[in-house]
């Protein structure tokens, strides 16, 4: 028996600590592997795809359950680097995995995070921009756009106007990922500026556009969902501005107040995939020398975790028939916040909610047959980890299967302009003043 080897086992701890050094494809698929291995019940590793250059796109899941959804556990998911010269993210997803696993049964609150969240991370979406940027580099980079030079911030389908872009495969695998999971929350993580940016990105007068700006029917949980993240991260609370660049203040900003853009990938979600997504810009500088990391990190932590358990706010459940069956397709929203692309239940029959404590209409509509209204009220102390929990029953037996996937389906382009226009974009502006220096920024 190899005594020594055993004393030497006891002794080393089972993690050695990732360092804060940038990680390349090679180094970070190491890593990932090494986590699913080490902690391989709470932990999911697979691709959703290939980069032009045939990198991988790796998605580590972490979760009690993270093979597959369960009821009543919500997805959420991290994406970062999708502009390769915008590198921070990147490696604070990788500490943000680490510190998740190693806290698990430690820390309550990790521990109970990881036990009723499904936590998609992605650290790079454009794994060959980072490649192709050689080293730190504060500004832009050609880096930034994917093999094929295209940016893949710019190339998604857009929610008002047509995006003739060809789709890239970074962009397929994403929005075909986006289809196979009940993605709830989201932020897409970015570098050249310091704030949490809400949808829209593009729009239309419908949304607030005469107003320099473009909202959702959700502003107020955009807005609380931005400022969570801001306001734990001290750089960003302050409304720190880059060289040169805008302010904004508590550090939050509506995307088109800042400036618009076609085709990006966080209105794309919140119009096609049910999922509220935010944008974050992390660094002033793209591409920082690697001995900023930790600071970054130390920025960002609080802020990171923070932000994942809001996808606990509001409301969830399942949708059922007079015989208990659950029921797919079934349009569940909230009376004035309509999307153009209703929100509807998954093949469990489940519904997701993001909503403030408040009192709501629920409008509940098999398509073809008539809705149901249910008020709801969500106290002002929620639970913290789980929605307020609701199922709902239907007049309606023996119809499973029966109901139409795609009824009412959903434009190709989504007119916006064509919807009563939503109370949110009729609010006041604060951003009005800001205009004049939108589009000297990349984000
Ligand atoms: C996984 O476990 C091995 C063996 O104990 C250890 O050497 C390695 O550092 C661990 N890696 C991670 C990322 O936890
Ligand atoms: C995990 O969640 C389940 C049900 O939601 C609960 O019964 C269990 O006690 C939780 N475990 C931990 C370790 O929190
Ligand atoms: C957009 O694509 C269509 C074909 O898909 C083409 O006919 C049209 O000219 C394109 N428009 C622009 C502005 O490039
Ligand atoms: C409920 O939603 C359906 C489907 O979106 C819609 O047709 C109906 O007008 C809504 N009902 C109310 C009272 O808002
Ligand atoms: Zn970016």
Redesign the pocket.
Known sequence: MDFARLWLGLMLPLVVALDFNYHHQEEMEAFLKDIAKNYSSITHLHSIGKSVEGRNLWVLVVGWFPKEHRIGIPDFKYVANMHGDETVGRELLLHLIEYLVTNEGKDPDITNLINSTRIHIMPSMNPDGFEAVRKPNCFYSNGRENHNQYDLNRNFPDGFEFNNVTRQPETEAVMKWLKTETFVLSANLHGGAVVSSYPFDNGVPATGTLLARSLTPDDDVFQYLAHTYASRNPSMRKGEQCKNKMKFPNGVTNGYSWYPLVGGMQDYNYIWAQCFEITLELSCCKYPQEKKLPFFWNENKASLIEYIKQVHLGIKGQVFDQNRNPLPNV?V?V?DR?HIC?YKTNKFGEYYLLLLPGTYMI?V?VPGHH?Q?TKVTIPEKSQKFGALKKDILLPFQGQLNSIPVSNPSCPMIPLYRNLPSHSAATKPSLFLFLVTLLHMFFK
């Open positions: 349009i929203e009376q309509k209703p409008n509509t809705s209204l």
